[in-house]
Each structure stands twice: as structure tokens, then as C-alpha cells.
């Protein structure tokens, strides 16, 4: 197999996906930027923020959430079908929480759980822990019928500046499967300097958030290993925090932005005010639909029922607008464009995601390396012109996240054209488990003379 240089590609794939280069090439165990204390993430675990004492109930050694792996609920049930994860429901508002912080030491949080939970513990998110802590963080059993309290209070001094973040509960155990979960829905607090709550603190927003796929479809199913993105206002920083590599794997808590389907975090590519652009994690296989929720500092959004199929496969397009000419490399790794077609019998190269799992031990967020990478077992179908194209490669993209995905084919004989105006173009589509991908791509060709 012919493989083609990843440092060509990176920029070009980088481009049409709208974010910085450094997603792509980016070997494994080289970690550039800051070190973010996300929950198992190294640093700051679970009910042990940076800075703090243990208090009563806190373990002496509390299991991180993280390491080699990271979360897994205690409790998970049956994961086929609608979601059996279970929830936190908060019995004291955002706003209650914060202006009770704005006015006294601590406060006591009541909350209740819809399903039995074991050995969990209540994190803060980074924005917070320089100045709130949670003295006694963990929970061996959680009953449901039952009202519980948490505690949160202030470490020392009163901040000079609005905090914002949220409260998660999460499990306290590490199954090694490289997954990290929170109980949904996370409780939002902000307190705004001098002691007043912040402002627009009432936790969830009532502001609705759309769902769109590489290809600009919003409404449809999503499918594990597929990159997204999240459309809606205020639902992250105005200045582009870019993704973190930590331990060969993208960070799923970045500028204050976490993503979780089902209560799994989401690896994050790019975050903005209005967009937000993140990785499927790839437990939702087998699932029927998905509970999406969305933090950013204080404030908290859920879109529920979410269909989940097994592949939603689609082509990167050289626009970024899921339209027009496909993202696609001839042999010698060179663009393929107007200027540049490809004829019958050449080697041509497409990037896209989508293609669900084909083989078990994907971590999310990793970068492919050579033991993980063609889609063995997976039914996979390239038309261009309408016409079967002899598939010479489908997997991993070497070097590349392993969302992304390689489909390296033969350009067929007798490709059906588009139309007569312009340069001959021909429609390109995937197919996979009886899933097609979006017809409104095209390569250019060269058309032998008769």
C-alpha cells in the first residue's frame, strides 16, 4: 500500500475541517500547550482541587478519574436503546447556589439521583477550583428516593474577578477504558466580584442549540467517531482556545467548554461563541439516541434524544461546506482541482468520518498509529460517476485523529458525468452499512477522447 506523506495532506484536511494544523501530524505522547486539570486529567482530581485540604469523607488517595483510562459510571446498566445512565437532579437552582456563595462562607446543595450510583465524588471545573472546594466529595452509594447535600465553599480570599463553572458528579473509579463520564446535568455556578452573584446565573440555558454534520445535515443521527458541530450564542469564549494534546490525546475540557453524549466527554477540536466542533465519543454505539450537554463556565444546555445509528459516513469537502469539489489527492499527494483532474485508472484519495467502529480498542481523541488503522470487516463502497470505484484502502488516517477517516480507490471506467457545462465533473458518494453518504460532491476527471 502506497501511503501518502501526512504532512502534505494535514494543512489541506486542517482547512476543511476550519481547524489549526496542529490536529493533524500530531504524534502521540508529544503534549504541546498547557496542561489542563479536567476530571482525569493529571493535576487536580475529583473533590481535590489545587491548593486544597482534604476534608471529612474525602479518601485520604481518591481515585482519579483518569490515568491510563478514565471514567466509567458504576452503574452503567444497559447501554442498548435510550439512555439508562444516571442523573443528578439539582433541588437548588444555579441562581440559589451563587448569590448563597455571594453572601456566606459555604453552601449546602440539595440533590437527588434517578438511579443507584456507587462510589462517585463532585468536581469543580478548573475555572472554579483556584477558589471554591469540596470539602467532603465523595459518595460511596446514592439511592434514589433519597435527598442528599453537598457542600461547596470558599478556600480563602474572595476573588477580584467574576468565577463561573460547574459542579459535576462523576465516578470516582478508573476502568481503563479510556472514556470519561459525568452524571448529567452539571449545575452551573458564577459569582461576580465583591461578593454579588453573577450575572445571568440561572444555570441552564433556555437558548436551543443545533446539531450539523460535516455535510450541513442538522436533525439527522450521529454515529460514533463522527466530528460535529454545535451551532448557538454565548456557548463558549470569544478568542479561539486551541485543542490540547494531552498524552496523545485531544483534551475534552478546552476554554472552559466540556461536551458530553450520554455523560461521556466529547474530544474537542474547536471552540467559539457561536460554534463549537467536537468528536462523537464512541460509546454511543449500540444506542438508539444520546442526551448531548453542553457547559460553558456556569452556563449548561441539553439537547435530548439524539438518534444514534451505527455510520453516517461523509466526504470532507475542499470548501468546508460539505458542497462542491470533494477534499481529494491524487497519487502523488497533490490536490486534485480543475487544473489537476484524475482519469480512469489513477489512484484517488478522499478524507471524511462518519464510519462508525471497525475494530474494538478505539480510544477517543488518539491520533492512528500503524496497529490501529485499516477498517478490516468493514462493508465499505466508493461511487464516482454512479459507478463502483475498486477500494485499495479504507481505515485510519496515518498520524491523523482517529475520527478522521482514508478512502483510497480506483477512479472506474465509464463514470456518468454531471452535466455538460463546465469541467467534467463526477458525483461522489460512500456507502457503508446500508448508509449513504451526501450526493452533493464531485471530483474533477479527465474524459477520454472517444
Known sequence: MRWFRVSILAAAVCAALAVPEMLLGQKPGTSPGKSDNAPGKSGAAPGQQQGGSSGPGQPSQPSTPGGSGQNTPAQPGDLAGKSSVPKVNWLATSKEVSEALAGSQSVKIPFEVTAAIKDAVFWLTPSLQAWLEVPAPAFAVLEPGTVYEVEVRWKGDRPEKTIGGTLHLVPAKDAGDGLRRTYAMPLGINVKAGGDPGAGSGGASGEQLTVVSISGASGGPV??????????????????????????????????????????????????????????????????????????????????????????????????????????????????????????????????????????????????DSTNLPADGKAVEVLIGGKSAKVLYVGSAPGMVSAIVQFTVVVPEEMQLLDAEGPPRAAVTVLTAGHPSKADLFVYVTVPAP
Do not use: C, H
Request: proline share 8%.
Open 223 to 368: 454515529a460514533p467517531l463522527q466530528i460535529l458541530s454545535v451551532y448557538g450564542f454565548g456557548i463558549g469564549p470569544a478568542d479561539f482556545d486551541p485543542p490540547l494534546w494531552k498524552d496523545g490525546k485531544l483534551s475534552d475540557y478546552v476554554g472552559d467548554v466540556q461536551v458530553f453524549f450520554d455523560g461521556t466527554a466529547a474530544p474537542i477540536l474547536f471552540v467559539s461563541e457561536t460554534e463549537l466542533r467536537v468528536i462523537v465519543p464512541y460509546d454511543v454505539a449500540g444506542k438508539t439516541s444520546v442526551t448531548m450537554t453542553v457547559t460553558y463556565r456556569d452556563k449548561v444546555w441539553q439537547v435530548e434524544d439524539i438518534p444514534v445509528t451505527e455510520a453516517v459516513p461523509e466526504i470532507f469537502s475542499m470548501t468546508g461546506l460539505g458542497q462542491g469539489p470533494a477534499l481529494a489527492f491524487d497519487a502523488e499527494g497533490r490536490p486534485v482541482t480543475e487544473d489537476n483532474p484524475v482519469k480512469p485508472g489513477d489512484w484517488v484519495t478522499f478524507f471524511g468520518t462518519g464510519l462508525g467502529l471497525w475494530k474494538d480498542g478505539f480510544v477517543d481523541g488518539t491520533a492512528a
